[in-house]
Structure formats: structure tokens, C-alpha cells
């Protein structure tokens, strides 16, 4: 879910490059996508109301696990399997990527709740805000299971499932790395068949699996994520191909959801996922600043859009109701939302992400080693 920092190891630094700039890109926009689908039910007419697509913030959520699985095997991978950086380091590493923003963000939000209820405005579903689900956010088990519905910032659920899965990673990577081709694509196959028959033995659809099958859902999809990496580590292509292939891999997704849902349009669904992320990995694009700044504000804008959309859409129905805009003036008052939440997410990664990581990630390295 996180950009991740570039490792310094020369060594990696050639495939790192590989696939930076255009998995920045398809980062941003997915994570542009989870933005407008959350932000859907409070649009003027909401949005699933106008086409299915936006009513499928699963394809999102899914690609963002996968493409989790695939950078971190790019960045951590050979360095784990060659002993560079052991597993207690890089779970720190982890960890202290993920943790220090999620809090900043988890007491804005308490801040904001606590203080509204105070103040006589309450939120529209005080039952999403228990002291239990806040402690299990502050600790980031709130993916793990237990819980029947997600709270507080709901997103982050997902980053509480990524660190069961980082620790699941350092233990199987070493043995990913010997794997041969073959032997990677049946290791493939079998956890995503396996992925989808535990779906179906608790009568529930992959991509909706309930929020206490979290795991069910998110470890799968990163190893398959991890996999596709090492499958597909030799294979480059040219821009031409990557275009091509993103355009037709795109307006297949399209096709497929606005034909309904089924067990085969979903695995289909998912193969495609996997296509754009195996495309974004295989071609090296120019980058520049604004490139990997998207990549790096598509975290900050996952984890902060929840708050914005909290008090933009708290003010909304107040505006709309006292001056009676038009429809018309609805969807730009909508829409400036959209752009608030952009804005608000490129200056909380270069005010709070991006320092608070670095200023961590400098305190792990100085502390009693770092694994390296």
C-alpha cells in the first residue's frame, strides 16, 4: 500500500528502476479510484446509481494488495534470500513505514470525532467509532480478524493485513528466489485456486469475503503479488507494448464489471489486475518529480481521504441546504471535494509522510543494526 523508499543496495538498483515510474502512476490512480468510490455516496446522485463501475472499489483494493506483494519482492526479495537484511530489521522497516503516518492521521480523525460530538454534530455512524476498534487501530490488528466491520479509517485495514503478511514474506522468500519458472507459475496457480475455494467453503465471493476473513483475502493476493515478480523478473517491454497492453488489460476490466459479477468475470477480473501490475514492472518510463511524488502521495492519500471526505461531507448537506444550489453547482461543490482530498494528500506527504518516514527509517538504521 505504502511507495516504498529506493534501497541503497547498487546491486538492486537496476530492477528497481524497472517498473518505478509507471507502478507510481498506476499506484496514484488506483488509489484516485478508492477516493471517488468512498466519495460516491455522497455525490449528488450517487455514483453506483450512474454505472456498476463504481460500485466495484474492490478492483482497487485487490490491485493494491497484489502490486504490495510485487514491490516488495522487488525491494526486499534478494536481499532477504541473501541474508542482507534479516527478518527482525525488516519488519521494523515496515512497521515504521506504515505506523507513524497511520497514527498521525487516526488522532486527527479522534480529534475530529470527539470534538464534533462534543460540539452537538455528532457522526453519522457512531457505531464506527468504539474504543475498542480505535485501540485495535492503534495497534494495527484491526485486519486480523475478530471484527465484523471495520472502522475508524477504514481503509488502513488493509495495512493492518499487509504486516501479517511482511512477516510471512521473510519467511518464504529465500525460497521464492531458487524457485524456477515453472515451479513459481504452479505455486501461482495453486494459492489463488486455493484462495478461491476458501471463499467458497464460507459461502462468500473472493473480493467479498467479510471483513473477519481480512486474511483470507489479503495474504493471497500478496504472495500472488510476490510470485509474479519473480516470474517475471527477466521480462522487459517496450513503451508501445505497455501502452497497448494497459489500454486493452483496462477496457477488458471495464467490459468485464459492466456485465455483472460471477465466480469466472472476478478470477478474470484478478488476472487482469495482475496484468497491469506485471506490465507497470516489465517497462522503464522516465520518471521526474511529479511522478514519484504520486507514487509516494497515493499512501498519503489512502490514509487521509476518510478525514477529508469526514468533514467536507459534514459541511456539504449544510452548504447545499442553506443556499439551494442547483444540481449543477452540487456536483462542483462534490468534485471540489475530490480535488481537496488530492491537495490535502501531496501536502501531508511532503509536511508529515514523507519527514516522519525518513526521520524513522534514519533511527532504525542508527539503532543496534539494521540487518544489512
Not at 502512476?25 to 450517487?46: D, E, K, M, S, T
Not at 457505531?127 to 484491526?142: A, G, N, P, R, T
Not at 476458501?198 to 459461502?203: K, L, S
Request: proline fraction near 5%; charged fraction near 15%; glycine fraction near 10%.
Amino acid at each position: 500500500m505504502s511507495s516504498d523508499s529506493r534501497p541503497r543496495d547498487s546491486k538492486d538498483e537496476p530492477a528497481l528502476r524497472k517498473g518505478a515510474t509507471s507502478l507510481d502512476v498506476l499506484r496514484f490512480l488506483a488509489a484516485g479510484f478508492i477516493l471517488i468510490y468512498h466519495f460516491g455516496q455522497n455525490a449528488p446522485v450517487i455514483l453506483p446509481e450512474l454505472s456498476p463501475l463504481f460500485d466495484q472499489g474492490w478492483l482497487a483494493t485487490d490491485f493494491f494488495l497484489i502490486l504490495s506483494g510485487f514491490v516488495l519482492s522487488r525491494a526486499y526479495g534478494a536481499r532477504l534470500a541473501a541474508g542482507r537484511i534479516t527478518t527482525g530489521p525488516f519488519m521494523m522497516r515496515r512497521i515504521g513505514r506504515l505506523w507513524p503516518s497511520h497514527m498521525v492521521v487516526l488522532l486527527l480523525l479522534a480529534v475530529l470525532i470527539v470534538g464534533g460530538t462534543a460540539l452537538g454534530y455528532p457522526p453519522n455512524h457512531p457505531e464506527k467509532y468504539s474504543l475498542i476498534d480505535f485501540v485495535s487501530q492503534v495497534f494495527m490488528v484491526h485486519g486480523w480478524g475478530g471484527f465484523e466491520e471495520p472502522g475508524w479509517n477504514v481503509p488502513t485495514w488493509t495495512l493492518s493485513a499487509l504486516i501479517v503478511c511482511y512477516a510471512l514474506f521473510a519467511l518464504y522468500a529465500r525460497h521464492v528466489q531458487a524457485m524456477s519458472r515453472a515451479g513459481l507459475a504452479a505455486l501461482l496457480t495453486a494459492v489463488m485456486v486455493a484462495a478461491f475455494a476458501g471463499a467458497h467453503a464460507v459461502d462468500h465471493a473472493f473480493a467479498d469475503l467479510p471483513f473477519r476473513f481480512a486474511l483470507m483475502r489479503a495474504v493471497p493476493l500478496f504472495v500472488a503479488g510476490s510470485l509474479i515478480e519473480r516470474l517475471l523478473a527477466p521480462v522487459s517491454i517496450g513503451k508501445p507494448a505497455f501502452f497497448a497492453g494497459v489500454a486493452a488489460a483496462v477496457l477488458a476490466i471495464l467490459n468485464l464489471e459492466l456485465h455483472g459479477r460471477g465466480l469466472i468475470s472476478d478470477a478474470i477480473g484478478l488476472s487482469l489486475l495482475a496484468a497491469l501490475i506485471a506490465l507497470g514492472g516489465a517497462v522503464s518510463l522516465r520518471g521526474n518529480s511529479l511522478t514519484h511524488q504520486m507514487g509516494r502521495a497515493s499512501f498519503s492519500l489512502f490514509l487521509t481521504h476518510s478525514l477529508v471526505g469526514a468533514v467536507w461531507f459534514a459541511l456539504i448537506p449544510k452548504v447545499t441546504d442553506r443556499f439551494e444550489l442547483s444540481v449543477t453547482a452540487q456536483w462542483a461543490v462534490w468534485g471540489s471535494g475530490i480535488v481537496t482530498a488530492i491537495v490535502v494528500a501531496f501536502v501531508f506527504e511532503a509536511v508529515v509522510d514523507r519527514p516522519l518516514s525518513q526521520r524513522v527509517q534514519r533511527w532504525l538504521s542508527s539503532g543496534s543494526g539494521t540487518g544489512r
